[in-house]
């Protein structure tokens, strides 16, 4: 915490809070509404936001052509993959499911630091990651046993944290001498662009005008989500050490988890809670810094 400025650390809790909170918000946006659409909607919405906080802060837009393979390398796996998979894995799973299995990314991300990038991994990580593995098989089986399960859902968003994690190891050693807001507008641009040629393709039949409580959805996305935590996440993964990311993602499954409960009723099974408590001690086991 010593490491944490006053400023750095309010953001991480506005982060935790809004992250956390729009789980079961993207839920009820994508019920009865098409998630590719309601996806890239909110994006368009964000950038203009975006942007003005750019002009606002006097940050360039330009990045170097030198840079330009290395920027969709990043937006490939922090971006493409993620709100990809993960808009269309929420319609078929419980918000607070989803996010359970979204945030294994910090486990995902240790293995791909160790087997990748030849970090160390100390031997509490591996109890970590055996407890986050035993808390997806739990989810997973629940799926499998339900007959209105859908593993294809859980599939979808184990496939989405692993390309996240590689995402944020990218970002945490990129060497683009640009702002991160800089690099966040235009990774946000070219998944709007993705988003809205995969809305155009998939989803064009089935369009309707959002109710008044989808539009509160999408603006809340867009300026909360893709104006502010986007940002701040990529500032976090790029500038901060592990310590400060753990704080934030420890606790945005288990906001997810009860408001999806509370406001959508969703309705929590023994697999739910336990799957909470494993995946927070395998995120606290590899992401808690060791004592000196």
């Keep these: 915490m010593h490491a944490l400025s006053r400023q750095q650390l309010t953001?991480?809790?506005?982060?935790?809070?809004?992250?956390?909170?729009?789980?079961?918000?993207?839920k009820f946006g994508v019920t009865g509404f098409p998630p590719l659409t309601f996806r890239t909607i909110c994006m368009w919405l964000g950038l203009p936001v975006l942007a003005a906080v750019l002009l606002w802060r006097r940050v360039p837009f330009q990045v170097d052509r030198a840079h330009w393979r290395e920027l969709a390398l990043l937006t490939v796996f922090n971006m493409f993959f993620w709100h990809t998979l993960a808009i269309l894995a929420i319609q078929t799973l419980s918000s607070g499911r989803a996010a359970i299995l979204g945030y294994?990314?910090?486990?995902?991300?240790?293995?791909?630091?160790a087997w990748w990038f030849g970090q160390r991994l100390p031997g509490r990580a591996w109890g970590g990651v055996a407890a986050a593995a035993l808390g997806v098989v739990l989810l997973l089986w629940h799926e499998i046993t339900s007959l209105s399960g859908k593993p294809l859902g859980v599939a979808m968003m184990l496939v989405a944290a692993?390309?996240?994690?590689?995402?944020t190891q990218l970002m945490r050693r990129t060497r683009i001498p640009h702002p991160t807001l800089a690099l966040s507008f235009w990774m946000t641009l070219f998944t709007a662009v993705w988003m809205t040629l995969l809305a155009v393709v998939f989803e064009r039949d089935v369009?309707?005008?959002?109710?008044?409580?989808?539009?509160?959805a999408m603006v809340y996305n867009a300026v909360g989500v893709f104006a502010f935590a986007q940002?701040?996440?990529?500032?976090?993964?790029?500038?901060?050490?592990?310590?400060?990311?753990?704080?934030?993602?420890?606790?945005?499954?288990?906001?997810?988890?009860?408001?999806?409960?509370?406001?959508?009723?969703?309705v929590l099974h023994w697999q739910d809670w336990a799957a909470v408590a494993l995946v927070m001690v395998a995120i606290a086991s590899v992401l808690w810094p060791a004592r000196r």
């Design 231 to 266: 940002v701040v996440w990529l500032m976090m993964a790029r500038d901060l050490p592990p310590i400060a990311s753990t704080l934030s993602v420890m606790f945005i499954p288990v906001l997810g988890v009860f408001s999806g409960a509370w406001w959508l009723g969703e």
């Design 104 to 113: 294994t990314m910090p486990v995902f991300s240790a293995l791909v630091g």
């Design 162 to 167: 692993a390309t996240w994690a590689v995402g």
């Design 11 to 26: 953001l991480l809790v506005l982060l935790t809070l809004v992250w956390g909170f729009n789980w079961p918000i993207m």
């Design 207 to 216: 369009w309707v005008w959002p109710t008044p409580a989808i539009q509160a």
